[in-house]
C-alpha cells in the first residue's frame, strides 16, 4: 500500500521568509496530492492539492511542486505570516476512480515568528 | 451547510466502558471517513464509506472497534470496551463524488476528543 513521508517534523521561519515542506510517496500509482493546514485545536481543511498530470500549481502565497520520477512533491510558502502558524499534512491518494484512500503524512508544525 | 457535524466534542470515560462517536456528514456528499489522530501516529484513517457502504475497514484496530452508516446523514463509531490506548481525536470526513469520479476533497468534521482514564 502507498506510505507517505513528510519532513521536517517542525519548522521555525522568520516572518516574512519562505518555509518549504516535502513529502515522498511510494505508490507510482498515486495521481492525486492534496495539503492540509491544521491550527491548534482545529479541523484540517484543504489548503491547495495537484494532480499527476500538472507539475506544478500556485494559489497566491502558497505553491505544490510535484516530480513523479522521483516520487515526491512539495509544498512552499512564500512571504510567510504568524497567521501561517499550524501543522500542515500532505497526503497522496491512488488512481482516479478506484475508492483507494488518502493517506496522511505525519504532519510538519510550522511556527512563524514576527 | 453547517459543514460536517460531530457528537460529542469531549468524551471522558473509563476503562471498559462503551464510547459511540456520531457523524453527520454534509448533505450530497457519498464518501464518509473516520480518522483518528493523536500525536505518535499522525491522523489515521480507521474505515470508510461510499454511498453508505463500508469500502475499507483496515484500519480499523481491533475487534473492539466497529462503524456504522445505517443512512446517508449518519454515522457512528463505537468502541466497546474502551482501553486508555484509544484516547485520540476521532475526526469524522465527507467528501463529494465529482464528475467524472474525481477525487473530492475531504470536508473534516471538529473531532470529537475521547479520553479514557
Known amino acids: 500500500g502507498e506510505n507517505v513521508e513528510q519532513h521536517p517534523s517542525t519548522l521555525s521561519v522568520q516572518e516574512g521568509d519562505s518555509a518549504v515542506i516535502k513529502c515522498t510517496y511510494s505508490d507510482s500509482a498515486s495521481n492525486y496530492f492534496p495539503w492540509y493546514k491544521q491550527e491548534l485545536g482545529k479541523r484540517p481543511q484543504l489548503i491547495i492539492d495537484?494532480?499527476?498530470?500538472?507539475g506544478e500549481k500556485k494559489d497566491q502565497r502558497i505553491a505544490v511542486t510535484l516530480n513523479k520520477t522521483a516520487k515526491h512533491f512539495s509544498l512552499h510558502i512564500t512571504e510567510t505570516q504568524p497567521e501561517d502558524s499550524a501543522v500542515y499534512f500532505c497526503?497522496?491518494?491512488?488512481?482516479?476512480?478506484?475508492?483507494?484512500?488518502?493517506?496522511f503524512g505525519k504532519g510538519t508544525k510550522l511556527s512563524v515568528k514576527p | 451547510d453547517a459543514g460536517v457535524i460531530q457528537s460529542p466534542r469531549h468524551e471522558v470515560t473509563e476503562m471498559g466502558q462503551e464510547v459511540t462517536l456520531r457523524c453527520k456528514p454534509i448533505s450530497g456528499h457519498n464518501s464518509l471517513f473516520w480518522y483518528r489522530q493523536t500525536m505518535m501516529r499522525g491522523l489515521e484513517l480507521l474505515i470508510y464509506?461510499?454511498?453508505?457502504?463500508?469500502?475499507?475497514d483496515s484500519g480499523m484496530p481491533e475487534d473492539r472497534f466497529s462503524a456504522k452508516m445505517p443512512n446517508a446523514s449518519f454515522s457512528t463509531l463505537k468502541i466497546q470496551p474502551s482501553e486508555p490506548r484509544d484516547s485520540a481525536v476521532y475526526f469524522c470526513?465527507?467528501?463529494?463524488?465529482?464528475?467524472?469520479?474525481?477525487?473530492?476533497?475531504?470536508?473534516f468534521g471538529e473531532g470529537s476528543r475521547l479520553t479514557v482514564l
Open positions: 497526503a497522496a491518494k491512488g488512481k482516479e476512480g478506484s475508492q483507494g484512500n488518502l493517506i
Open positions: 464509506f461510499n454511498n453508505n457502504v463500508p469500502i475499507d
Open positions: 470526513a465527507s467528501s463529494p463524488r465529482s464528475a467524472g469520479g474525481r477525487t473530492g476533497e475531504l470536508f
Open positions: 495537484i494532480r499527476s498530470n500538472v
